[in-house]
């Protein structure tokens, strides 16, 4: 415990610190005051959205696990799964490729027809962030993560080619952007979902939209004071804001994650990682209500009215998180693995274990017995 004389003095260096950053709060809000002027009230309307969500390694915690075993799970928020698969950060990376595809070389998966599209027939060619070593296993243990991503948009690149019966907002959990693309892919796959887009008003007459939500956002993080000190989004109604190119830019340490198609226009960058524009958004009609930063596809902004207010509607079921998509959270709800999910999944582990210990199995029979936490005892007490 800090003594009281340690407090003062914390007190007192605590008090001097933000007097000397005076000056940058007076920054944020005076560059955060335009937007209360662009504030835009959302009309609320009928509609039906769907989003996909991808299990990700929160949702597995296995309690015995030594081969890393992780799960690549996509489900909407129908419980439709779209992908299921199980690898661990040592899975050669050219097995993995294999899976995409058929003895034949055509498509067999959602990122293997993504590939094919992008033309693209390995791995490491669609992202640098998967790179084998010599024995054919990744550098880092983190391409796990990047290949979830890769098929989360795989998924999204699949499902606009369904039939819709309605005009549909489909919502990425997340921002429309992505960093772990090569080269120019990204920007093609882009361009890819607006054909699929296009393509479904013509055959069908039926309008897809396509929005991004994410639960936290560099853009909130360091406004998100100013906002409230310069009531921007502070409404008895729910509202929507665009938010500024310079904002964003000012938010991101990564350049790319922030340009906007204006930046391609003035010739001066390529839009690789961005394809949506941001905005600021409120689904309750209280001041205080949560702000969420929401992704428009960059070439339905100017539908931007239509798609918040269709994921408003579905916003004021939201449960159990108030003012939040209720299609996101039946998403995240569907794709958790937990309960008796989890315990199959455990049992396939030990099982798997078992069959590679051969004549050494007895052994794994006396370490299930044991207590994996004795550290949990202090609590019985």
Not at 34 to 43: A, F, M, N, S, V
Not at 180 to 205: K, M, P, T, Y
Request: aromatic share 8%; hydrophobic share 40%; charged share 25%.
């Amino acid at each position: 415990m800090i003594d009281l004389s340690s407090q003062a003095s914390l007190k007192k260096a605590i008090t001097d610190c933000i007097q000397a950053d005076q000056g940058l709060l007076d920054t944020l809000r005076a560059e955060i005051r335009p937007l209360r002027d662009g504030t835009r009230r959302i009309q609320p309307r009928s509609g039906t959205s769907i989003s996909l969500v991808g299990t990700d390694g929160g949702n597995n915690q296995l309690r015995f696990d030594p081969f890393m075993i992780q799960l690549i799970r996509v489900v909407d928020s129908s419980n439709n799964e779209y992908c299921l698969e199980a690898l661990s950060p040592s899975t050669p990376i050219d097995r993995l490729n294999a899976r995409q595809f058929n003895p034949d070389g055509s498509p067999r998966t959602p990122l293997g027809k993504m590939m094919a599209f992008l033309g693209v027939k390995t791995l490491p060619n669609l992202s640098r962030m998967i790179r084998p070593a010599g024995d054919g296993q990744a550098v880092s243990s983190h391409w796990v993560r990047v290949y979830r991503e890769l098929v989360e948009w795989a998924t999204l690149f699949a499902l606009m080619e369904k039939d819709f019966a309605t005009d549909t907002v489909i919502i990425y959990d997340g921002l429309l952007r992505s960093l772990v693309f090569a080269n120019d892919l990204f920007r093609e796959l882009l361009q890819g979902i607006e054909e699929r887009i296009n393509a479904q008003w013509r055959h069908s007459r039926r309008r897809l939209y396509l929005a991004g939500i994410a639960k936290h956002s560099k853009v909130l993080d360091r406004y998100r004071l100013a906002m409230a000190l310069e009531s921007v989004l502070q409404t008895n109604y729910e509202a929507y804001v665009r938010v500024p190119q310079d904002i964003e830019e000012r938010s991101y340490i990564w350049p790319d994650y922030s340009l906007g198609d204006d930046s391609i226009a003035e010739g001066t960058q390529t839009n690789r990682a961005v394809g949506g524009q941001m905005f600021l958004v409120k689904f309750g009609n209280k001041p205080q209500d949560p702000v969420w930063p929401v992704d428009i596809f960059r070439s339905q902004i100017d539908n931007a009215q239509i798609i918040l207010g269709s994921i408003t509607q579905d916003a004021h079921n939201g449960f159990p998180v108030p003012y939040y998509p209720l299609c996101l959270q039946k998403a995240h709800e569907n794709a958790a693995l937990v309960g008796f999910d989890l315990d199959v999944l455990q049992g396939y582990i030990y099982q798997g274990v078992r069959q590679s210990l051969a004549e050494e199995a007895d052994a794994l029979d006396a370490f299930q017995l044991q207590d994996s936490d004795p550290s949990q005892r202090r609590y019985a007490w």
